[in-house]
């Protein structure tokens, strides 16, 4: 590892440090605008995609299950809008919601518990490398500075978790930042992050980040 790298690295670890040591305070009170009983009983129509408990067991479905407040509803406002991002399963779903609705569902599946996932053995050290250390020559940052040292993300800065996401689910994310079908991420920066990608870098991470802890 080079010098320049390794200040980053450090530079990283420690915000990532800070921002874990805020989480669970932070969580709590983004949690805290939404209602995770009311959010509870409105989840049963999740359950068919999202799974019980928001644990989806279709890797083309993503798991809902420990996912940050304050980025679930910042994700249900945007596919509503179709603000940068759009599902055909999920439209008319959110069609239905309002805003405290969506707060709701986020503190509930927030304060549930996400099952864990695995990684593809196959792709553990490429995906371990990109994720802590970025691509250097190619020139995107570590996925580690933003979304912390174990996946866990930053709730009050809106950086979803990914640990324990399915790779699937993950990879069609990526990808679709990469071809602008997926804009809603502040500044550009997944789409400025995936388009210095290869595919075979987007599906390391992406298995790697699933059985990440
Ligand atoms: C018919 C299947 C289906 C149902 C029912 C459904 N969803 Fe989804 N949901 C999806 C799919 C598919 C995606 C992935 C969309 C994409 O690829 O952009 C998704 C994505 C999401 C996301 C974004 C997750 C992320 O990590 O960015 C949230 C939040 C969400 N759904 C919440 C809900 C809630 C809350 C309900 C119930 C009120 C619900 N969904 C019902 C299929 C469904
Ligand atoms: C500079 C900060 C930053 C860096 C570096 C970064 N991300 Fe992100 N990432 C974000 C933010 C912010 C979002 C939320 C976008 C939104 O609001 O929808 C996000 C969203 C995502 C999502 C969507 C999650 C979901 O549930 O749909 C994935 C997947 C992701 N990032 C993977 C990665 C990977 C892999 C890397 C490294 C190659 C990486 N990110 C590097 C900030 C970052």
């Given at each position: 590892m080079n010098n320049i790298n390794k200040i980053i690295t450090s530079a990283s670890l420690a915000i990532c440090l800070a921002s874990a040591a805020a989480s669970a305070a932070e969580d709590t009170a983004a949690a805290a605008q939404g209602d995770a009983a009311a959010g509870q009983a409105k989840s049963a129509s999740c359950?068919?995609?999202?799974?019980?408990?928001?644990?989806?067991?279709?890797?083309?479905w993503p798991k809902l299950?420990?996912?940050?407040a304050r980025y679930i509803a910042k994700e249900l406002r945007d596919l509503k809008a179709g603000k940068g991002r759009s599902n055909a399963l999920m439209a008319p779903i959110v069609a239905g919601l309002d805003e405290q609705d969506m707060q709701d569902l986020a503190a509930y599946f927030a304060t549930q518990q996400m099952q864990a996932g695995y990684a593809n053995e196959e792709y553990v050290d490429l995906g371990e490398k990109l994720y802590r250390s970025g691509n250097f020559e190619s020139g995107f940052a570590a996925c580690m500075s933003c979304h912390g040292p174990s996946g866990s993300g930053n709730p009050l800065g809106g950086i979803p978790r990914l640990?324990?996401?399915h790779a699937e689910y993950t990879v069609t994310q990526l990808k679709a930042f990469r071809s602008g079908e997926?804009?809603?991420?502040p500044y550009g920066i997944m789409r400025d992050v995936t388009k210095r990608m290869t595919d075979e870098e987007i599906r390391a991470v992406s298995e790697y980040m699933s059985g990440l802890y």
């Open positions: 359950v068919a995609c999202h799974g019980q408990n928001g644990n989806s067991t279709n890797p083309a299950a420990g996912q940050h640990s324990g996401q997926r804009s809603n991420d």
